[in-house]
């Protein structure tokens, strides 16, 4: 059984940084594309960063562009996002998802997802 786990949300203030950790495990994480996704009070989930198995492949949403990086250290079956310069509209639970060695930002592509985590940034 794949499971993701999210960890690395928090309050924090406009303008700080915090990265994100999701472990994943049950699957050939090396083999693995991985993207992470928010969802804010009332709104549909979007997309914010996806990297693809080899790590050759990156994407980003436009809001987030220049702000957050996605990294993954394959030896701990891991992958970050470090978020910095937060906004008030980064505000969402961030969720973490893996599929097979594509990356895509179409969240309906990715088969594992995690429980997600809770970011709030204040003004």
């Known amino acids: 059984q794949v499971q993701l786990v999210e960890s690395g949300g928090g309050l924090v203030q406009a303008g700080d940084s915090l990265r994100l950790s999701c472990a994943v495990s049950?699957?050939?994480?090396?083999?693995?594309?991985v993207g992470w996704f928010r969802q804010a009070p009332g709104k549909e989930r979007e997309f914010v960063a996806a990297?693809?198995?080899?790590?050759?492949?990156?994407y980003y949403a436009d809001s987030v562009k220049g702000r957050f990086t996605i990294s993954r250290d394959n030896a701990k079956n891991t992958v970050y996002l470090q978020m910095n310069s937060l906004k008030p509209e980064d505000t969402a639970v961030y969720y973490c998802?893996?599929?097979?060695?594509?990356?895509?930002?179409?969240?309906?592509?990715?088969?594992?997802w995690g429980q997600g985590t809770q970011v709030t940034v204040s003004s």
């Open positions: 998802a893996a599929r097979a060695f594509v990356a895509t930002t179409n969240e309906y592509q990715y088969n594992y």
């Open positions: 049950g699957r050939t994480f090396s083999g693995s594309a």
């Open positions: 990297m693809s198995a080899l790590g050759d492949n990156t």
